[in-house]
């Protein structure tokens, strides 16, 4: 998968993208990022990108010229690339939505920072509006590399074993169950017998009940129909 990122925040992606799963992901070519600065397609002689709300208000609002230029640029008349831009006013991020991201030859991710984009940007555009959760960020930023990761590590051959994606919380659409290594007792605390048992299908009974609990404890949203 292709990923383009336009942001006016460049090198806040290499430092998460060069640890851990991301940069298998990235060593094994199943994700190429690829970062743009916004900034760079403002036709402004001092690279402004931003200005002062019609109406008054804090903050400062993404001018269309610059965001759209580079959009236009980067998608280089691709039509299978979804545009995405990041915003507390989209569609809330979710497993769901990652795995049928996952499915796409390529993403194009739009970071806004300020108080927002023109209207006139989404107007244009069109995008998939995506938010990460119902909290405000300083930018599209993080929320991107949010983006990235819950993507990558559904792509195949990145992680080892492909079971973990499936099996863990919200893919199932319940929490996890507990789990435990090592030592069988650490400060008086044991890891129940059952674990202990080589009992498979008691473990497995063990876990699914476990799993419900904790899921209709602290997530009962989640059990609700959709
Ligand atoms: Cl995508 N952007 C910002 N600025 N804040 C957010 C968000 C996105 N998702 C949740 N909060």
Redesign the pocket.
Known sequence: MTIDVLTLFPEMFPGVLSHSILKIAVQKKAMDVRLHNIRDYSKDKHGKVDDRPYGGGPGMIMTPQPVLDAVDAVRGGDEEALLIV???Q?RVWNQALASQLAERRRLILVC?RYEGFDERILLALKPLE???????????EL?ALVVIDTVARLLPDVLGDPESARLESFQGGMLDFPQYTRPSEFKGMRVPDVLLSGHHAAIEAWRREQALQRTMWRRADLLKPT
């Open positions: 990041l915003t507390p989209g806004g995506v938010s990460i959760g119902d909290y405000i960020l300083t930018g599209g929320a």
